[in-house]
């Protein structure tokens, strides 16, 4: 099929297509100028500018009728069904339904979310919308922007910003931290103290090359520095690593207390006002109003809500 070129396909002013079809239709300039509801020396003047552009008459008078050309006539068929295709294109409405839906959605995270939601998330798609798929990644804050506007991810839940023109999103809930350690190989009395936290070997998560991780900016505001001895990409490193070590493990508050004994693990409270940025779910501006984009990140949000409700 030959491309459309759109360059030359410009010069044509597509409102004459209307015009023809009404012409066409009406075989009478005074009536096609009252379907298109305008004067009818404007309809005049574009059945002048169909005549010299298709070199042809288009409509010529037969007695006390007008009649369509032979070109015209052909013409008239396709054109209508190309007008009657648009005016279908441009008033349908979105159709979702849960329920048959087909498609992959792409979330990105940088925080534990990732295995809070996705096991929620999986379980009540399957109940209400089988079709939905889909596909999760940890996301580094500095990047995530990027794989939303290049479509490599749908949704992203965590530490990331939004409000700029193309990055809409909604803040979720804020977050709290939490350190644990193995009581057999770190012997502390609670509460912590901010010497015992500062001077103790630390595990931390994060997604970037920066060895304080997500505590960077933090750490920084409080003037302090962590002696980390391992930066992991993932909670359950750091926890596995509390264990077999002599370290503190600080995580978020609900990792802490929710994996924490599976390890054997002691949790106690960060004794410094760190603060973090609270986890927020973003998206890019394209995908906003799409029926399937905005249903998905509902039943996630309220996910996320009664669990927190629930804590």
Known sequence: MK??????????????????????????????????????????????????????????????????????????????????????????????????????FRFGFSSELEVFLMPRLTAYLQHHAPGIRLLSRGSPRNEVHALLDTGALDIAIGCFDFGLERHLGVPLYEQSLACCFNPDLIRLEAPLTVESYLALPHVLVTLKDDIQGCLSDALMQIGQELNVVLAASDFLTALATAAAAPVLATLPNRIAHQHAAHFGLTVQPVPLELRIPAVSMVWSARNDRDPASVWLREQAASLIKTAEAAA
């Open 3 to 104: 491309p459309i070129d759109h360059f030359n396909l410009r010069s044509f002013d597509l409102n004459l297509l209307i015009a023809f079809d009404a012409l066409v239709s009406e075989r009478s300039v005074t009536k096609a100028a009252r379907r298109l509801r305008i004067q009818q020396p404007a309809m005049s003047h574009a059945l002048a500018t169909l005549r010299h552009l298709l070199a042809d008459d288009i409509l010529v008078r037969t007695g006390a009728i007008m009649q369509p050309t032979a070109k015209a006539a052909a013409m008239a068929p396709q054109i209508h069904s190309l007008l009657r295709q648009t005016q279908g294109i441009l008033t349908a409405e979105d159709q979702f339904d849960p329920r048959t839906e087909q498609r992959i």
